[in-house]
């Protein structure tokens, strides 16, 4: 069946860049989307990109998609404090989303 | 624009006894999904509705749990009777039925089985 998994925790400084990875085994998925979960809330969608895309910017946010190797990384530029989160990755292929099982963000100050 | 809304935020039980959450999903939203979201894991989906017909049930452990969407707006998820391995944050999602796939997430509910 469908899979993604990440990595499950990441810690950086204040200032530099975060980079999540991503694996998925779903060939057929349409849209990979990153998710963010803070602390006793739901999930929040940051960004997504569509599977004929290579990357997508969106301000301190760079998506990478390596289609071949079914690879999904999420780059953080600038990381904060705030961005203290956890990050899910998640594919689409049909009408059901996958989540992974969430990268926790650690941001040293 | 008001959010995905969900009741009890939090609810302890002892084992075998039965809950009830309530999701109310965002004004024109034809789509909503019950998740499971065990501590330290992702979101494992339960059950998907569009309007009041069952798009995806396959997880859902039938046996115990159940879900209705009456008259393709609220939805509530049941669970009786209850095993401690149901602790959880139960989180109620909707969507458009058309669009990028983004699903919009209420706040959950904390079950906790003792």
């Known amino acids: 069946g469908e899979d993604v998994e990440q990595s499950l925790f990441l810690s950086v400084r204040e200032g530099d860049s975060s980079v999540i990875n991503c694996t998925y085994t779903d060939s057929s998925s349409t849209y990979l989307y990153w998710y963010k979960q803070e602390p006793g809330a739901g999930l929040q969608l940051l960004t997504y990109?569509?599977?004929?895309?290579d990357m997508k910017q969106d301000q301190r946010l760079t998506v990478l998609l390596n289609k071949k190797d079914k690879h999904l990384s999420l780059r953080i530029a600038d990381t904060q404090t705030g961005d203290s989160a956890i990050y899910f990755c998640a594919e689409r292929g049909g009408f059901k989303t996958i989540f992974g099982a969430g990268t926790r963000l650690f941001v040293k100050a | 624009e008001a959010g995905v809304a969900q009741s009890p935020r939090y609810k302890i039980i002892e084992k075998r006894q039965s809950v009830a959450f309530w999701c109310n999903p965002i004004?024109?939203?034809?789509?909503l999904y019950w998740y499971q979201q065990i501590l330290g894991q992702g979101p494992k989906l339960l059950i998907q509705?569009?309007?009041?017909?069952?798009?995806?049930d396959s997880q859902l452990p039938k046996d115990r749990f159940s879900a209705e969407r009456l008259k393709g707006v609220d939805s509530t998820l049941k669970i009786q009777p209850a095993k401690l391995e149901d602790s959880a944050v139960y989180l109620c999602a909707s969507s458009l039925v058309r669009g990028t796939g983004e699903l919009f997430f209420g706040e959950g509910s904390r079950l906790t089985v003792l």
């Open positions: 004004s024109g939203h034809a789509t």
């Open positions: 509705f569009q309007n009041n017909g069952v798009v995806d």
């Open positions: 990109i569509f599977s004929n895309m």
